[in-house]
């Protein structure tokens, strides 16, 4: 089992910046992918960042350039960077792990609880 906490989301202003943490905790072997998600109202969850284990990042379009997926491994903990954010960005923002139990084991998903991010204009 993972367990994962998110923090960092709050309310901001349009082009200001903000920080989400998530830390895992629990029983594992790795964590192979760490990433974000975000749902806004009436919409469907959507994939914003991921970052593999080796550093490789993938980044949905809509914000490539202005957010940053970075990750300690020691920590555990994946960061997401937003700079330049837009109203657009206002979601429930979620940390998702894929890990291992053991080295010959399949992958399992985890998913936060979730924090509110909100831009207003």
């Known amino acids: ?9 709050g309310l901001v202003q349009a082009g200001g910046s903000l920080r989400l943490s998530c830390v895992a905790s629990g029983s594992f072997f790795s964590i192979n992918i760490m990433a974000w998600y975000r749902q806004a109202p009436g919409k469907q969850r959507e994939f914003v ?4 284990s080796d ?12 957010f940053t997926i970075s990750r300690d491994n020691a920590k555990n903990t994946v960061y997401l960077q937003m700079n330049a954010l837009k109203p657009e960005d206002t979601a429930v923002y979620y940390c998702k792990t894929e890990s291992k139990t053991a080295a010959w084991s399949r992958t399992y998903d985890y998913w936060g609880q979730g924090t509110q991010v909100t831009v207003s204009s």
């Open 1 to 9: 089992q993972v367990q994962l906490v998110e923090s960092g989301g």
């Open 49 to 52: 960042a991921g970052i593999i």
């Open 55 to 66: 550093g490789t990042t993938n980044y949905a379009g809509s914000v490539r350039g202005r």
